[in-house]
């Protein structure tokens, strides 16, 4: 029953369609404990053991809701520049399914706790994209089902499954957007763009380390195309569980390929949620929704409505943190780099660390260049992100101090760099350790500097002749005998002013 | 010492207290009546024999180590199937649930402990409390103790029976629409529905979250309030839970009075499918009200006429959810898991097997009700009519103290007479649905027997929501003044089991 559609070239689609998404985030907040009970949300515990009678659903338990969760949801709606209710309530959504205690999921429905925002994106070339918000909503998670037997580890085939309970009712906050139209051909950089922008956002709220690739931020992709310069919406097709940046990216590409293959063949677009694979960027047919499904919300009795007072929310909006944007843009400006250089700094994930280590003193520059340079380096060799490194932002300070006010050139920050990755202590405890100190006794340099203008007679004649280029090699020769523990340009001027030449 | 069974839990408490009695002996001829009469009546589900003993024996270590022991140490009690027990299995009347054993005690399980009574084991109800007359259990029905080929009120039969055979003094019942209440009245016993909120749900296996209060069920209105102050309060694991001080219930039964209260009878609670000799006690009792000081007052609640309508679309609503978690995957029944079925086959067969009718009736009543293009009609309708009822009630109450009406149309019915008729089962509760709805509280005592039949009819007091202590203020003058007249309370006139 799986009907091979062509997919048609990107550029080709868009010169037909105009597409339109909408992105629905589910974030799982870092909360001590679970939305309705007190139990750990901590991961990698054995299964089930993190469940108590309320999260497992256990006849006559009743769920209580975490104040925490609650606040979380607030400040996501208002860095979302959302309208906070003043009053709602939590809405009983009816389904079964086995890794869902009570089968139904304490979520909300026509009362969300925030509505009505947006978040401005700000696309690679600079350009602000505003992505309008619908609603964001407070849930709780489902447990995890392990399916045993089959081949793909889906449930078809399998032979029975395993359940845990451990994140069943894990605070969940779930972002859903407007429609989002006018994108166009920058519809999957739109996207994805809008999920990185929400991920930092949440990170910076505090509320979530919203890891993709550990499931605390999960994307389902709403697609459907419409004709160039219609208006009415095409059917949808829903991508559930895209979860990475790239994947969000490839996934929208794939579904506007996919859809307007069915559209060019004079097919119908089939309103159903789709997987996507990470290995092709292919998305595949999942359940048919035959008919809209009928969850039969209703308000949830166990609880009492939220009505978060306005003072509170006052304090919460106080509270916010810069918008990460904003944020990002006033940093580029500090700086004085281009967008350009800005987003691979992004890309490394180096903005904080760099931000940490201007304050600990080095100017950004410097920091600039240890944190792409030598330690992206490091950290690429090694597979660690940038702030696993076993170097703190105030080491690489005081490195950069160290060659500001000349006791280490270029080449010997390095190894103190080297050195203190390898756990040989601090910077000062390394130069002392490994004896890296620039030569400045200029007695010594000098006598270093004498000897290799006697021992490179025909050189130094060239550059008494006015070819100051040639410096270079004498500077070389003297680095050599210091073995590279000279301030290079200090060696340059010795030697200059030895032959008389002015530099 | 046939006596002991017969004491009220007041009297029991200070023998117990004042060394007159053991709490073992107390408990060991509970323990005897169960053994000699429970075979006949069925009151109990689940009999904790070892449980009951021990308890009774800390009490009498702690009155001989010269502690002081609370208001109800030492007294046995009949707890309803419906909240969880640790050392008890919790069935809730329903084969789905046979054999479980909770891990966990619900809150008012654990201030009964707290409060040293001894639960002398579970009892008899409709399966998950759906029933007036605990014909829907799963294990079988109750008799009525005046007449053991009638029902005991439902769904907390057991309860009622229990108090009404001397198995217990005390008994706790939950009320969705009427569970604790018409039990009562039908058994010449004495049973309060609590304000919304005022006795805390956790561990109370749920039907109707928004209905649904557990609340004290006892001989005498003085008992009932003491087994109240014992179980209500703010909890915080109960969301729904008040959290504002208990009503003083103990305090207003030691003084019990009507005189310059204005009582209010309301138009709606009577006519068609009022049995004679009902109406004939229930006016009496008004006519005593009066006697007693009280002032009438005639009341107009339109919107009460609407309330079986609206609960028979809320309960099932709820319960069509609740009721979802019973899915055998997890804990109790499962049914047809022979390693090559499907997890939704093997629910499909455990629901099959282990709900009754009634049940599924409603979870398929509420299932339609809250459906995509019902709701609005159905479910949406039934919650403005709740509206238009709290709402008669505010009003009634800006004229009124307190309300009275029959608790139900009828007395006792024969066991299977209404078994095969939901609709007929279900008026049964005509009077006291309004009350849960509402979320306010309400009292049923025993205000004599009908002539044509012999059996006791219930008299409903109404009280706002946190004024319980109205109800029994009102219930102590009433009974006071109807044992003056009798010269001995109702119970005796029960034939002997």
Redesign the interface.
Known sequence: MTVITELVPFDEALATYDPVMGLEVHVELGTRTKMFCGCSTELGADPNTQTC?VC??????????NAIGVESAIKIGLALHCEIAEWCRFA?K?Y?Y?DM????QTSQYDEPIAFNGYLDVQLEDGEVFRVEIERAHMEEDTGKSTHVGGATGRIHGASH?L?DYNRAGIPLIEIVTKPITGAGARAPEVAKAYVAELRELIRALGVSEARMEMGQMRCDVNLSLRPNGTEKFGTRSETKNVNSLRSVERAVRYEIGRHAGVLDAGGTIIQETRHFHEDDGSTTSGRVKEE?E?Y???PE????PVAPSREWVEELRATLPELPRVRRNRLREEWGVTELDMQSILNAGAVDLIVATTEAGADSASARKWWLGELARSANESGRPLDALPITPAQVARVSELVASGDLNDKLARQVIEGVLAGEGDPDTVVEKRGLKVVSDEGALGTAVDEAIAANGAIADKIRGGKVAAAGALVGAVMKATRGQADAARVRELILERLGVEG | MTDIIKLTAAETAARIASGELTAVEVTEAHLARIEAVDEKVHAFLHVDREGALAQARAVDAKRERGERLGPLAGVPLALKDI??TKDMP?T?GSKI?EG?L???D?TLTQRLRDADVVILGKTNMDEFAMGSSTENSAYGPTGNPWDLTRIPGGSGGGSSAALASFQAPLAIGTDTGGSIRQPAAVTGTVGVKPTYGGVS??????F???LDQGGPCARTVLDAALLHEAIAGHD?????SIDAPVPPVVEAARSGSVAGMRVGVVKQFRGEGYQAGVLQRFDESVELLKELGAEIVELDCPSFDLALSAYYLIAP??C??NL????G???GQRTGDDGTRS??DV?ALTREAGFGDEVKRRIMLG?YA???GY?DAY?GSAQKVRTLITRDFEKAFEQVDVIVSPTTPTTAFPIGERADDPMAMYLADLCTIPTNLAGNSAMSLPCGLAPEDGLPVGLQIIAPALKDDRLYKVGAAVEAAFLNRWGHPLLEEAPSL
């Open positions: 009678p497992l659903g256990l006849p006559g338990a009743l769920p209580v809701v009983r009816n079964f086995p205690p009570k089968n139904f499954s359940l809209a009928d039969r919300y209703f009795p166990d609880l009492v | 909240f969880t919790t809730v649930l479980w909770p891990p966990y619900a749900r956790y561990g109370m296996v749920a109707s979250s928004s915080p694991l109960d969301s729904t609503s709820e069509s959810s979802a978690r019973f899915d995957l997890r804990y997890a939704e629910t299932t809250l459906s995509s709701y479910y």
